[in-house]
């Protein structure tokens, strides 16, 4: 619509190339506050194993609760931190959080779980992830066995690089998994050369399972690829009963997704993991 009303009046409809840029510019600032101001949290939804029903995981998302703005989704400031280069303080204090909070969950005496941590591709690239990670794992004294971090196929642009890292990560005994899989325009050729152990299916697709043939068979094919690959795969954005029935006839590993749990605060999980024991 925009383009037929004529340039003349595009204006009216988008905003200015100044507004766009001073609003970057504000949220970049509100960034470095609110590193400085604490203004950032990290919630955890479950990763449940569908045969079983079992809370296995929870995977960690960041959330930024600005004192005027309100809470901001990290679809809005995570690519403007990418951009900025401020992921990489950011994302260290949440890798940082999340270790340290899955170990007090350990030795409060929950039962253990993987914790999954999302890397963005500017993370992955910095020189001195592998160190990073390392002295987060030493410092918060959580066993790598315990850490997923969640890849996306956008690292693949450096391919001998990105599994050089990998190995290094995997050596630790840290898990990998791609996240949205299926959503990036990558060749799968690197699902036999990188060392991951998992696939995350993306929302997307899980959407419509119950609905759309389609999906329900591009969804059916993926588990199987992965199962022949030995890897094990997530299904991500599950939301209903019945998707979750279609997920278990073709043998999906884990789940996450409203049906079971929202994103929720560290205390409110405690809750679930105490009834689950009970
Ligand atoms: P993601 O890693 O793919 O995370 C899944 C997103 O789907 C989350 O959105 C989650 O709240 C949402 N979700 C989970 N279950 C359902 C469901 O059943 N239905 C629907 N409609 N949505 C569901 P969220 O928390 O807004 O995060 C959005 C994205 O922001 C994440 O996608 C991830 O790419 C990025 N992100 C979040 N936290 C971090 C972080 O700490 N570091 C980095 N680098 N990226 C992060
Ligand atoms: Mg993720
Ligand atoms: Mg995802
Ligand atoms: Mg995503």
Redesign the pocket.
């Not at 995977?59 to 959330?63: G, N, V, W």
């Not at 941590?117 to 963005?120: D, E, G, K, L, Y």
């Not at 996450?256 to 049906?259: L, N, S, W």
């Given at each position: 619509r925009v383009k037929e009303d004529g340039k003349n009046n595009f204006q009216f409809y988008a905003p200015s190339m100044n507004e766009i840029v001073s609003k970057k510019m504000q949220l970049e600032n509100g960034m470095r506050k609110a590193l400085k101001q604490n203004e950032f949290r990290?919630?955890y939804?479950p990763q449940v194993e569908v045969a079983t029903g079992k809370i296995i995981g929870v995977?960690?998302?960041?959330?930024w609760h600005h004192p005027e703005w309100g809470v901001i989704?990290?679809?809005e400031f995570?690519p403007i931190?990418?951009e900025t280069g401020l992921?990489l303080p950011?994302?260290e204090w949440?890798l940082h959080e999340a270790c340290l909070q899955n170990k007090t969950w350990q030795q409060n005496g929950y039962q253990p779980l993987r914790m999954a941590?999302?890397?963005?591709s500017r993370?992955f690239q910095q020189s001195n992830l592998v160190e990073m990670v390392r002295d987060t794992l030493t410092k918060t004294g959580l066993h790598p066995s315990f850490l997923e971090l969640?890849l996306?196929e956008s690292i693949i642009q450096d391919s001998n690089q990105a599994v050089h890292k990998m190995q290094q990560l995997r050596d630790m005994g840290i898990h990998l998994s791609i996240?949205?899989f299926g959503t990036g325009y990558s060749s799968l050729s690197y699902l036999k050369t990188f060392p991951i152990n998992t696939l995350?299916i993306?929302?997307t697709f899980t959407?419509n399972i119950y609905t759309d043939p389609k999906d329900a068979s591009l969804v059916d094919t993926i588990i199987n690829m992965a199962h022949n690959l030995n890897l094990k795969v997530i299904a991500?954005?599950?939301?209903t009963e019945e998707q979750l029935q279609f997920l278990e006839t073709k043998n999906c590993n884990e789940a996450?997704?409203?049906?079971f749990s929202?994103?929720i605060s560290a205390e409110d999980l405690e809750v679930i993991l105490g009834e689950e024991v009970a």
């Open positions: 990290v919630v939804q995977e960690a998302l960041l959330r989704s990290p679809a995570i931190a990418e992921i950011i994302g949440v941590v999302n890397i963005s993370q969640e996306t996240d949205d995350k993306d929302q959407r991500e954005g599950v939301e996450q997704g409203y049906y929202r994103p």
